[in-house]
C-alpha cells in the first residue's frame, strides 16, 4: 500500500497487522509472516526509530517478560485522511452559531451525496457478495481500510481505518448517518457491533446473508 512510510513489504505488513490487531507480540507476528523472530525484531526496531511503533511489557509468569508492540499515535499519518482539524472546528463553529441541528443536517446532507454517488459505482452487480465486494473497492478508494469475510452465515465488514476518524469522534452523528447509508445501498438489515470513535480497534458491520 503505497501510503506507508517506506517500501519495505515486510514492513508494510508488521504495520497493518498492529493496525489490524492494536498489538501483536514478536513471536505472533513472526508466526504470520513467516520469517524469524530475529527478523522480525530488527523491523521492528528500524520501526521505533522512526517514532511508528512503541512497546509495553506482559508477563507470562515466571520468567523474562515478554513485549507487545503497537503502532503510536503518531503513526496515524501512515493513512490518508479526508479532513483534518480544520474540519472540526468548522464544524464547532457551525454549531455554536446555528445549533446541533444544523450539524445533523450537513451529515445527512453528505449521506445523501454519498448515496447518489455509490449507488452509480454499484449498479449492475448481481447478488450480495459482488455487491460487497464492490463497496469494498468503493470504501478502499476514498482511504479506508476494509477486510470483508463470512461468518456463520454472514458477512463481516471490518474498517480498521476511517478517513474521517477524528470529526467521528468528536460528532457522533457522523456514524449514525454512515450506518444509514449502509443500510440504504446494502441491506436495511446490517447492524453495527463497534465503532472505532468509541475506542474499539475496528469499526464492525454484520450484514445477513439472506
Known sequence: MDFLIDENSTRKN????????????????SKVIDITPMGIRQHLLALEKKGVVTYVPRRRGIGRPGFIYMLTDSANYL???????????????????????????IFNWRRERLLKTNKEALSGKDNL?????????VLESNGHLVELSRNNGHYHLRQYHCPIHKISSEYKEACKYEL?????????????????????????????RA
Open 14 to 29: 508488521i504495520i497493518l497487522l498492529l493496525k489490524k490487531n492494536g498489538g501483536m507480540s514478536i513471536e505472533d507476528l
Open 79 to 105: 493513512f490518508p485522511d479526508s479532513y483534518d482539524s480544520f474540519a472540526v472546528g468548522l464544524l464547532k463553529d457551525i454549531e455554536k452559531h446555528e445549533g446541533s441541528e444544523k450539524i445533523d443536517k
Open 180 to 208: 444509514l447509508l449502509y443500510r440504504d445501498l446494502i441491506s436495511k438489515n446490517i447492524t453495527r457491533e463497534q465503532t472505532l470513535s468509541e475506542g474499539a480497534p475496528y469499526c464492525l458491520y454484520v450484514i445477513p
Open 129 to 137: 457478495e459482488d455487491t460487497l465486494h464492490a463497496f469494498k473497492n
